[in-house]
Structure formats: C-alpha cells, structure tokens
C-alpha cells in the first residue's frame, strides 16, 4: 500500500502517481515531478484522513463536458450576469477549442505550459500603418488561467480528477505592471468615439464622457 512518484518511461519528463490502497490500484499522469510529488503529499493527507477514493465515479467528462456543468453549475450560483458572460466566452473561445474534447483527467502540466506559451504568441490583431499587432497580455491569459484552475479544483472535489495542472502557473505567465502594453486612444480617435456616441446613442454619450475623462471603470459610473 502506499503512494509512489515515477516515469513510466524513464528519461521521458512525465511523472506518474502510482497509487495502491485498499486493494485497488490507480496511477495518474501528473507532468513535471514537482507536481507529482505535490500530489503524492495531497493524496497520503486525504488517505490518513479516510477522505481518499481511489476509484473515480463513473465514466470521466471531457473538459468540455465538465465545463458546461460548471458553468450551470457554481457559474451561474455564483456569478453576476456580467461576469458570466466574460466567463463563457473564455470558455467558447479559448478554453474549450483548446482543451474540450479531452478527457479531463488525462490534461497535464505540460499541456497547460504549451497553452499558456501559445496564447501570448497569438497575434489576435494584425498590424497596421497605425496601430501595432496586438497578442494577448499576461494579465488576460491568466484570467483565463485562473478559470480553467477552478473547473479543476471542482472536478476534484466531484472525485473525477486527481490533480489540479494549473496551480502556480506565474513563472510561465510573467505578468506585466498595470498599465504596460495598454493601447490607448489618441486625442482624435477619442473626439470621433465622442462625437459617433453624440450623434447616434445620445442616451450613452453623459456616461461614455465620463468614462474618458475620468477613467472610471463602468461600475463606478454606474454607481
């Protein structure tokens, strides 16, 4: 009985947790070998704790699968409208085309390394003569980060999933200062956003100034 931490094939930078209680077996592909031996910590605290069931419930969700329940789920509880929506939509757009049809369970480090070091590569606006290419700022793909992180301490507690890959993400992610990388308006492209909003949505416009010369975010505005 007992938990252990090894490759499976030696020299091939995956660990595995190979885990014997009870009579049963089970053994989870963890990724890096700090992580697996983070595991090995969590899964021996919840055995002395008689917290531990090494047999999964069922059959495993997709990602997409479980995401969708969570969203249902602690999502929809949990969440103003607004922030709801920002949550589906990095799900739709990144997440799930990323991740969705793969078994949740069997996602590792490394997957979410190489899906961390591709979305800040992606040049999700092209250059043009006035304006730089944008890619999508730390700050953004560890939101999205941070989402993926609470389906997987979810589906842990729901027993489908043994390992959280996302915790301690930051070494990969490098946040920049607030404020860096920020693409403002110019003095002119903000008179034609004011003028447009004067002229076609009048009702808006009090609050759209307000929002450009004081730089309050829109639920102080509303407040």
Do not use: C
């Not at 499976?8 to 592909?29: A, C, L, Q, Y």
């Amino acid at each position: 009985m007992g938990v252990k931490v090894r490759e499976k094939v030696k020299s091939s930078g995956e660990w595995w947790v190979f885990i014997n209680h009870n009579g049963d077996r089970r053994s989870d592909k963890v990724g890096s070998k700090r992580a697996a031996l983070d595991l090995k910590t969590e899964i021996e605290k919840k055995i002395a704790a008689a917290e531990f069931q090494i047999k999964l419930p069922g059959p495993v969700p997709t990602f997409g699968e479980y995401a969708k329940k969570w969203m249902a789920g602690y999502v929809r509880a949990s969440l103003k409208p607004s922030s709801r929506s920002s949550y589906e939509n990095g799900l739709k757009v990144h997440l799930v085309p990323a991740f969705g049809k793969r078994l949740i369970n069997e996602i590792t480090r490394k997957d979410i390394k190489d899906f961390i070091y591709e979305k800040k590569a992606t040049v999700y606006r092209p250059a043009t003569e006035d304006r730089p290419e944008k890619k999508y700022s730390p700050r953004t793909v560890a939101s999205l980060i941070h989402r993926m992180s609470s389906i997987f301490e979810h589906a842990i507690e729901d027993g489908i999933a043994a390992v959280n890959p996302t915790r301690r993400p930051g070494r990969y992610i490098q946040q920049t200062k607030l404020g860096e990388g920020m693409d403002f308006l110019t003095p002119e492209e903000g008179g034609a956003v004011l003028d447009a909003a004067r002229q076609h949505f009048p009702k808006v416009y009090p609050i759209i100034l307000t929002a450009m010369m004081t730089g309050m975010r829109q639920g102080e505005i509303i407040a």
